[in-house]
């Protein structure tokens, strides 16, 4: 029932902006989880940001300062402000909804729910 649909991939170069947007249907925003994955060739899947039913947000060390996770429950839709980009952050990303209401424990995010289709974003040198 849940459908993730993503845009806004693409190539930038180092040290510029990208926005990631995740528009959600089938169900509302405001209870239920919500985040970014990224999946660089040879890697494990990794959780980048999240957003949780509490309103609080995580960040993935290696983008602290420099990503930012939001949502709009009006649109149902979760955002990705990717700021002074690094090649590092070369990946496919992944929105990701949990599939348990008030979900907050970002350690199981990824586990149990629904994913978009993914959306390469390269950042050259």
């Known amino acids: 029932q849940v459908q993730l649909v993503e845009s806004g991939g693409g190539l930038v170069q180092a040290g510029g902006s990208l926005r990631l947007s995740c528009a959600a249907s089938?169900?509302?925003?405001?209870?239920?989880?919500m985040g970014w994955f990224r999946q660089a060739p040879g890697k494990e899947r990794q959780l980048v940001a999240a957003i949780l039913w509490s309103d609080e947000t995580y960040n993935a060390d290696s983008v602290k300062g420099r990503f930012t996770i939001s949502g709009d429950n009006a649109k149902n839709t979760v955002y990705l402000q990717m700021n002074s980009v690094k090649p590092e952050d070369t990946a496919v990303y992944y929105c990701y909804a949990d599939a348990n209401e008030f979900s907050d424990d970002v350690t199981i995010f990824g586990t149990t729910g629904y994913w978009g289709q993914g959306t390469q974003v390269t950042v050259s040198a």
């Open positions: 089938g169900r509302t925003f405001s209870t239920y989880g």
